[in-house]
């Protein structure tokens, strides 16, 4: 187990790890920075479908774009642009998969404001377009009731 003294640290920590894959880091590894990858990724869980900036993020943290990136790679292994795209595109499945929402709402939920930018990266990352992975979804679900 890591030496976290800080237990709202690990708490982000975990709520992270549980949505995103984030590792926990040792206070060492976290350094001096009073700013960690845990914090950065539950403001972006709880912020997904706003229009997110590194600029922003970083004045939200008090901190420079640079050091924003340099933390958060560091600390979870990923960038913080892929780590937002990961989680709007996981949350764009989820909706497609559970709700009547148009394909433009979805998009707009999950912080896309352009709804092919939307198609382009879910079709690259998921390997279908929304419109096709919803209809297999629902056709998988409905196989399986019968």
Known sequence: MPDCSDAAFMLRSAFASLQGGFRFCSAQERGKSEVSAADIQLYLFEHLSEDISLEQLAQNFFITKTYCCDVFKKQSGDTVLGFLKKIRLNFA??????????????????????????????????????????????????????
């Open 93 to 146: 499945k989820r909706l497609l998969a559970e709700t009547t929402l148009s394909l433009p709402e979805v998009a707009w939920r999950c912080g896309y404001r352009d709804y092919s930018h939307f198609g382009k990266h879910f079709k690259t990352d998921v390997g279908s377009s929304p419109e096709l992975y919803r209809r297999q979804v629902r056709e998988a679900c409905f196989q399986e009731g019968r």
